[in-house]
């Protein structure tokens, strides 16, 4: 059983994925029209890359249809692994991204002593996908993420900043569940789960479309604490 932060463990909670993947099914591509600014995310795919020697092994994890991040990383000569849960986004990452390799996961599967083990990579980037989870399962996933970095393994997110646990909001004609925190706290949790914070920033975002409301997304770059 592994012991995530603040005692839960993934022993203790329920797993609950309803309607997740089958949403970004249905979103695919539509996805990439309603967010067509990626200038922080690219931004922080550029520090990943100025740190990183060619030919690193990289995980995205919540790759989407692989546009911008996987692109980015496989372009630079990374060796991309992209995971996602989600069939149809995936089938849009394979046909965007040629020359990375995909597998169709749960990122809960990945944890320690979990079904699957990919390895250990240089760098993980999970940019807007652990927003998907409900608040409890958060920190274990940033423990997960722990466990597949090398020491001293660098990791890049975002999250969007809100106090929300497993909130359903209309998103590109479905229905997500989303969770957020504050930024003071999204700092705690991510310190608490054993990494140093070496760069934030932060923008207001209004996508393409009207029925995601402007937000405001939190990127971070961060060190594996060994
Ligand atoms: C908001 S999208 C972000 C996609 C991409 N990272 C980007 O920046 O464009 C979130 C992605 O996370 C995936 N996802 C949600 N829950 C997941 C889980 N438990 N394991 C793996 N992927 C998940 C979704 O299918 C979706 O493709």
């Excluded at 603040?6 to 997740?20: A, H, K, N, S």
């Excluded at 991204?97 to 749960?106: E, I, K, Q, S």
């Excluded at 229905?175 to 991510?190: A, D, K």
């Amino acid at each position: 059983m592994v012991k995530g932060t603040y005692g839960i463990d993934y022993g203790l909670i329920r797993i609950d994925r309803t309607g997740q993947a089958e949403a970004f099914d249905a979103i695919g591509d539509r996805y990439d029209e309603a967010f067509r600014q990626k200038k922080g995310q690219l931004s922080a795919g550029a520090w990943l890359l100025a740190c990183l020697p060619s030919g690193s092994r990289v995980l995205d994890l919540g790759c989407g249809t692989g546009l911008p991040t996987t692109r980015q990383l496989a372009d630079a000569g990374l060796e991309v692994v992209g995971v996602d849960l989600s069939p149809g986004m995936l089938r849009l990452a394979r046909q965007n991204v040629p020359g990375a390799t995909f597998h169709r996961l749960d990122l809960a599967d990945l944890r320690p002593d979990g079904p699957r083990d990919l390895g250990r990579f240089a760098a993980v980037a999970a940019f807007f996908s652990l927003l998907m989870l409900p608040r409890p399962e958060i920190p274990l996933a940033l423990r997960t993420v722990r466990h597949l970095l090398v020491p001293g393994g660098l990791f890049v997110l975002s999250m969007v900043e809100a106090d929300v646990d497993d909130f359903p909001i209309p998103f590109l004609g479905n229905t997500i569940r989303v969770s957020g925190y504050l930024r003071e706290e999204l700092y705690e949790v991510i310190e608490a789960s054993g990494f140093e914070i070496l760069r934030e920033s932060s923008c207001t975002y209004a996508p393409a479309v009207a029925d995601v409301p402007p937000e405001e997304q939190l990127f971070l770059c961060c060190r594996r604490r060994d």
